[in-house]
């Protein structure tokens, strides 16, 4: 894990920041080095909807430094709801976070999409691609986040309007995106951490992954069985918060 359990400093005030930054921020991955379908433009929570009322919520609370306490579903919401408004958010976060590390994230570089020697993951949507293919790193998350994406515009799923009810599929797909985008943590944390540190910006993604697990905790979103390849990392960074 390159040293990961050694070198993850304690979690910097630089982060939250940064988290709250990425909330705020309207940026667009539309242009660099790789296709368009990696580099996906922020999926924005409508403004003046019940959900974006929601998320303001999250980021007065994520403001506090209590990440444990900005997890909880507030008082009086639905938990779809809240599901899906910091689903969207941790796809945006793990969008921005991995295009600064995809000129180190490369077919030559990283032909398998790996977490370390033992954890290996092969595509499938089970819909355009059927049956789990092995491919590179950076082609399996350009399927990941256009999969991801292509379920957060299906308002028949994540239906944005007020009054209109989520399927009764919903946490089952929340829960299998969740699990595919902790697969982008894992393969960040495992095989590009180093230019991680070269880039400083280790504190936002410690923070971001940290938000990430308490969220997937608070709700058991996430098998455990899945979290294996940073169990390690897990536990160093939410010890302290028990």
């Known amino acids: 894990?390159?040293?990961?359990?050694?070198?993850?400093?304690?979690?910097?005030?630089?982060?939250?920041?940064?988290?709250?930054?990425?909330?705020r921020c309207r940026l667009s991955f539309t242009s660099g080095s790789r296709s368009s379908k990696t580099f996906k433009p922020k999926k924005n929570i409508p403004e003046g909807s019940h959900q974006y009322e929601l998320l303001k919520h999250a980021e007065a609370t994520l403001g506090s430094g209590n990440l444990r306490m900005a997890v909880m579903l507030p008082e009086g919401e639905d938990l779809n709801e809240?599901?899906?408004v910091n689903t969207v958010d941790f796809?945006?976060?793990?969008?921005?976070?991995?295009?600064?590390?995809?000129?180190?994230?490369?077919?030559?570089?990283?032909?398998?999409?790996?977490?370390?020697?033992?954890?290996?993951?092969?595509?499938?949507?089970?819909?355009?691609?059927k049956k789990p293919i092995k491919?590179?790193?950076?082609?399996y998350i350009d399927y990941l986040m256009t999969w991801v994406q292509d379920q957060l515009d299906d308002e028949t799923l994540f239906p944005s309007k007020i009054g209109v009810p989520f399927p009764k599929n919903f946490m089952s797909v929340a829960k299998t995106i969740l699990k595919r985008l902790f697969r982008v943590y894992a393969h960040i944390y495992?095989?590009?951490?180093?230019?991680?540190?070269?880039?400083?910006?280790?504190?936002?993604?410690?923070?971001?992954f940290k938000h990430f697990i308490f969220f997937v905790q608070e709700f058991n979103l996430i098998d455990r069985r899945e979290l294996a390849p940073l169990q390690e990392l897990i536990e160093k960074l939410t010890s302290k918060d028990r």
């Open 1 to 23: 894990m390159q040293g990961k359990g050694e070198r993850a400093p304690p979690i910097l005030s630089s982060g939250l920041e940064h988290i709250l930054h990425l909330r």
């Open 82 to 84: 809240w599901v899906a």
């Open 91 to 129: 796809f945006n976060q793990i969008n921005m976070l991995y295009g600064t590390i995809t000129d180190f994230c490369r077919e030559e570089s990283c032909p398998v999409m790996s977490a370390g020697p033992k954890y290996e993951y092969h595509w499938a949507d089970g819909t355009n691609i």
């Open 135 to 139: 491919c590179s790193a950076p082609k």
């Open 190 to 208: 495992h095989q590009h951490f180093d230019p991680v540190i070269q880039l400083q910006e280790e504190a936002h993604l410690n923070t971001s």
